[in-house]
Structure formats: structure tokens, C-alpha cells
């Protein structure tokens, strides 16, 4: 029997973490998404969930990188050479890496079965080419050994997989969601490992009473009949799923204004962001949240909301540890930008900083600081959340 795994639309809560594996979803080259949180957090669950939101895939029959056989430049040479390739449709793809996996499991590595019996150098795909086009899913990321995690994010970002040992010199497509969960008390990642994740979220337990209790109503009901319960919250993750489909659609036509780059990166060099990947991964970042709540343009105050995920392992070289301290610095931050005029610039665009500047914070306009500001303590996907609940129309109970 095909047991039904848990629906990303029936997790309660948890808005800072969906919202950044919707992001990494719609575009995949943000160089990945690592949730740190305490045991008992859904942490696993929404990651194996937002697998069932992606839709199928359309591939090449048998081919290990699960090429699409309508784009030529991306084939792999064995789909290259096949003069007529059969079309099929698939899964999209969730790769687990263990934490014992071997670089030759992950990078790929010389068939020595071929090799001995006969006498032929074959590649034998690794862990990188089962995810092309997929999930690739590390729990305990902060366990894994430095040499593996440095290849994991050198592919999430290239998107390809370079190979050079044993007599043999390749490149394949490896272009793939990265999400690493890590628990903290268990230590945390190098902070030049840090640093390469594109968004970072902190999650907790739900503190709400009345969530807690839905949490444990859902549970139950999704362990005495999973499939059942999957069936009841199909239709809320179909509709989820449609989103992300046309988000992907729309993200290449949003431009990048002058106004838009010179947001983001007065805002992560202010923040004392190192070297040049806060820039675009705010960027990024802002582009798939306007991609997916439908925008022609991106707005200023989608790249105020990236900042609650790109920054918070990035602020002044140090790692935020809790949302509330992550909200609390990052608040501040756009507020002293806001009010010395720091994201002021000559534009027709409509944005907050066409404010005068003002030189006493606490005279700053209400208005514009309500759009800049995201209370709470899962500030982080505020703005992108509640939208996106209305265009999928999810429930706070399972439907009947």
C-alpha cells in the first residue's frame, strides 16, 4: 500500500520555513535553505512535503540526471547521443544524503565492475545527479564532513556537478533545491559554510496553546488514516502547487530595477554582509517572493521581507540565534537606513524611501514603517504568507 506522506498545506505554523522552501522552490539558484531548530519542529516533514507541491517532471526515460528532452544545451552526453529519446513523465526527485555517505557516493566515481570485466572507463552517477532537478535533502547538515558540504553548496550554486579523478573529466547538470536542517545544541556549521547557504530560518516549537492542540488533532487524524487525510488536503496543496508552477513562469520576466539593486545592496552592506552573496541572494530572493504573489514589479518591501532570511547568518559576520534577535536587529537596521536616507535614490519608481529624511527615528512616518516592519516572533514571511493562504484558500482544520 502507497503510504501517504504528511501535506505541506495541513502543517500548522512554521510561515518563516515554508516560505523560504516556496522561495528556493521557484528559483532554485538561490544556493539553498538551512532551518535551524530544536527536535519536534516539522523540520523533515515540510521539507518531504514541499516534494508533493512540485509538479512532475518531464524527462528522459532511464536517464540517470533526468534530463528534459526538450532542452538540448542542458542533455546530458548519453541523452545527447540518443538520436531519438523517449519522453516520460516522473517524480520530481528527494535525495536524503546520509551522513555516512562516501565523496564518491555524492560526486559520482569510476564503475569499477566495467573497469575490471571490461576494460572500459564508465562514470556511475552519484548522489548530485539523482537530485538534478529535484530535492537534495541533508538533515543534520552541521554533522556532515567540511569537504561534503563545501561540494553540496558549490553545486547548488553552479548548478553542475564538475568531476576530475581516477582518469575521468565531466561535467553533468546538477541543478537542485539544497535544504540542510540542523538542531543547534548539536553544534553549529563553520561560518564560511554559514555564509553559503542563501536564506537561513530558526524554528521553534509553537508556543499558542490552541496551536498546539491542532497540531496533535492533525497528527492523529494523519496517523489513524493517512491517506484519508492526505486526500482532504489535497486540493489545498494543488492549488499551492499551481502558484509555484507559474511563479517559475514569471520569474524571468521581473526586471531588476536601478532601485531594487541599489536597495539591496545598501542593506546588506550596511549590515556588514561579507563579500557579495547577500547582495544577490536578497536580490533572488525578492524576485521569487514577487513571482509568487503574482507582482509585475518588484517592490521595495519584498526586499525588506528577504532580508529576514538572507541576513540573519550574515549580520556582521555572526550568526543571529534566535528570530526574535534576528527581527530585533534587522528592524533596526531598516529603520536607521530609513530614517538617515540611506535608501533614498533619483527614481520614477513609487517607493518608501520618496519619504523626506528624517534625522529622529522616532518621527519617522507610521505607514512607512508599518510596511517596513514585521512584528511578532515569526516575523520572517509575513508578508508572503497570508497572501498566499488566500490564493490557496488553506484551512485551520482539515476540510470535511
Known sequence: MNHAGYPFSAVVGQESMKTALLAAAVDPSLGGVLIRGEKGTAKSTVVRALRELLPQLQTVANCPYHCHPDQPLGLCDQCRDNPAPQAVSAAVPLVELPLGATEDR?????????????GVRRFEPGLLAEAN??????????????HLVDLLLDAATSGENVVEREGISLRHPARFILVGTMNPEEG??????????????????????GDRIEVIR???????QPQRF??????????????VDAARERLTALELSDDLLHTAVTISAEAGAAGHRADLALVKAARAFAALLERDSIERELVFEAARFVLPHRFDGRLLRSPEEADAEIDALLKRLQSDGALQKASTDRTLSEEPARTDPDELDEQALEAMQIPGGAAAGSILLPILKKKSSPMTTPPK
Not at 532537478?133 to 567540511?146: K, Q, S
Not at 492533525?218 to 489513524?224: P, Y
Not at 492526505?230 to 502558484?243: G, K, T
Open 106 to 118: 555524492v560526486v559520482g566515481t569510476l564503475d569499477i565492475e566495467q573497469a575490471l570485466s571490461a
Open 133 to 146: 532537478r529535484g530535492i537534495l535533502y541533508v538533515d543534520e547538515v552541521n554533522l556532515l564532513e567540511d
Open 188 to 209: 553549529e556549521l563553520r561560518p564560511q559554510f554559514l555564509d553559503r547557504f542563501g536564506l537561513c530560518v530558526t524554528v521553534r516549537g509553537l508556543s499558542e496553546p
Open 218 to 224: 492533525r497528527r492523529n487524524a494523519f496517523e489513524a
Open 230 to 243: 492526505a486526500a482532504e488536503w489535497r486540493q489545498e496543496d494543488q492549488r499551492l502547487s499551481r502558484l
